[in-house]
T-cell receptor
């Protein structure tokens, strides 16, 4: 499967714990985007990364949330001290390096539930 | 601040007929528009896109129309098939807009194609 891979598919955490969501982009893609979807809502942009660089984090909450895309390995979205409001589906997308107007291709998401 | 709006939460169409899904946007700096299809518990699947230099793009049964002066786009599916039943999301981006490469999504339209 050469698509965007996200794991885990489901993650349950208690309030105050940390959540780590992983995303491996499609082969040949070097741009990664994270989105969050709340129930009955569309997807909301969180952060855009390239290898070892955060390009745009304007959609990410200033506290408790961080993202990275290291030189080797998957992109990680990290949520510290989770709260009930963090319960959502988190989607990762990737696109090729070249130019504008390239569609983003999505993984199947991680469904985060906070107890 | 919802910059992309899909005002019809749901649509029901008979198999073989045309499905028309509508989308409006408010940001005149958007220059790239996409439609995604989403099944429950899966990620959005890219369907078709259009850049602002065109007013129509066709791919098989799917055609997207863009009316820049009205800030309106639509997705036509003809003929509709039961397998087309899913939630359809409209998305927009613009490198020169305030959101850059990030996709701005509508809330989706749930399409049901009945036999």
């Amino acid at each position: 499967n050469a698509g965007v891979m996200q794991n885990p598919r489901h993650l349950v955490r208690r309030r105050g714990q940390e959540a780590r969501l992983r995303c491996s982009p499609m082969k040949g893609h070097s741009h990664v985007y994270w989105y969050r979807q709340l129930p009955e809502e569309g997807l909301k942009f969180m952060v855009y990364l390239q290898k070892e660089n955060i390009i745009d984090e304007s959609g990410m909450p200033k506290e408790r949330f961080s993202a990275e895309f290291p030189k080797e390995g998957p992109s990680i979205l990290r949520i510290q001290q989770v709260v009930r409001g963090d319960s959502a589906a988190y989607f990762c997308a990737s696109s090729p390096q070249t130019g504008d107007n390239q569609p983003q291709h999505f993984g199947d998401g991680t469904r985060l539930s906070i107890l | 601040d919802q910059q992309v709006k899909q005002n019809s939460p749901s649509l029901s169409v008979q198999e073989g007929r045309i499905s028309i899904l509508n989308c409006d946007y408010t940001n005149s700096m958007f220059d790239y528009f996409l439609w995604y299809k989403k099944y429950p518990a899966e990620g959005p699947t890219f369907l078709i896109s259009i850049s602002s230099i065109k007013d129509k793009n066709e791919d098989g049964r799917f055609t997207v129309f863009l009316n820049k002066s009205a800030k309106h786009l639509s997705l036509h599916i003809v003929p509709s098939q039961p397998g087309d039943s899913a939630v359809y999301f409209c998305a927009a981006s613009g490198v020169r807009s305030n959101s850059g490469y990030a996709l701005n999504f509508g809330k989706g339209t749930s399409l049901l194609v009945t036999p």
